[in-house]
């Protein structure tokens, strides 16, 4: 079961992660494509990439994630809702 659930529309991916998740949920993972990630809502959500420290994300960032590149997500204290661009 994925920590998440997810809508699609006109080519972008609306995911929103409940307060309620587990921590434990939130896993290192890859994705097979370059992915464009703008947070449209959360509080205290951090991110973090392989060999990175972890940066707190804020309503409007955007983050570029290259494919196959690990990275993980840690709850924080509100909903977090992310839109996803997937790059060819």
């Excluded at 205290?44 to 955007?62: A, T, V």
């Amino acid at each position: 079961m994925k920590p998440y659930t997810e809508s699609i529309k006109n080519l972008k991916i609306t995911r929103t992660f409940d307060t309620n998740v587990k921590s434990d949920e939130l896993v290192w993972h890859q994705d097979k494509k370059d992915r464009k990630v703008k947070i449209l809502e959360g509080n205290k959500w951090k991110f973090q990439m392989d060999n990175e420290l972890p940066i707190e994300l804020k309503k409007g960032d955007e983050i570029f994630i290259p494919k196959y590149t690990y990275h993980r997500v840690f709850k924080g204290r509100t909903t977090l809702v992310i839109e996803i661009t997937e790059l060819d």
